[in-house]
């Protein structure tokens, strides 16, 4: 009669216990699950990160700002005036080579006008450290007297440093340094910057 309480007891007692393993198995499970949870969006959505951001990074320094520098007459010789124009670069270089094309070409303009002569090319365009490196075709030294030899110097002088008011050009003629411009013997000398030009040869 005392041995069936005891199988009773001992018998609730595996129950509970297994029930209990049960429990804390199930809640350690659920558990697990819930902290793994929050890291699932996060590893499903890097490539929508990046889409979102690709349209910033391509229209980041699409556009630079140059001046083209044209002359204005004067009572007595002419002026330097900047136009602004938007050049669609995010290189220095590009946009330097751009700039300088389109004072070669010439005023659109009637009110713009320029000392250099049709025809004038840029061969090549070397930029180094803060020293610019210039090289125009032959055209570029015929014709005009000692003011427009001046004049077509200070539009290339400004215009190559739109970029760096501070560098230093070197200009060349097929490949080889500008010394004496023009029939009247304008001697150049370089590197010209923008305040050597206006200390050695005022307009």
């Not at 270089?93 to 004072?103: M, P, V």
């Not at 539009?155 to 230093?168: E, M």
């Amino acid at each position: 009669m005392n041995d069936q309480p005891r199988t009773n007891r001992n018998i609730s007692s595996g129950v509970i216990a297994a029930v209990s393993a049960t429990v804390v198995a199930v809640s350690g499970g659920v558990a697990w699950l819930s902290s793994q949870t929050p890291n699932t969006p996060i590893q499903a959505n890097p490539n929508q990160s990046i889409e979102k951001q690709q349209p910033l990074t391509s229209q980041t320094g699409q556009e630079q700002t140059a001046n083209i520098y044209w002359l204005k007459p004067t009572a007595k010789s002419f002026q330097l005036v900047a136009q602004p124009v938007k050049i669609a670069s995010d290189q220095p270089g590009q946009a330097l080579e751009s700039a300088l094309n389109t004072l070669l070409e010439g005023p659109k303009e009637t009110k713009d006008s320029t000392t250099i002569p049709r025809g004038t090319k840029l061969l090549s365009l070397k930029i180094e450290n803060n020293e610019i490196h210039v090289n125009l075709s032959e055209n570029f030294t015929g014709g005009g007297g000692s003011a427009s030899m001046v004049g077509r110097v200070g539009q290339v002088v400004y215009t190559a440093t739109t970029l760096d008011p501070n560098a230093k050009v070197y200009l060349e003629i097929n490949g080889k340094p500008l010394e004496v411009l023009g029939g009247e013997g304008v001697e150049i000398e370089q590197p010209l910057t923008r305040k050597t030009f206006q200390e050695n040869y005022p307009l």
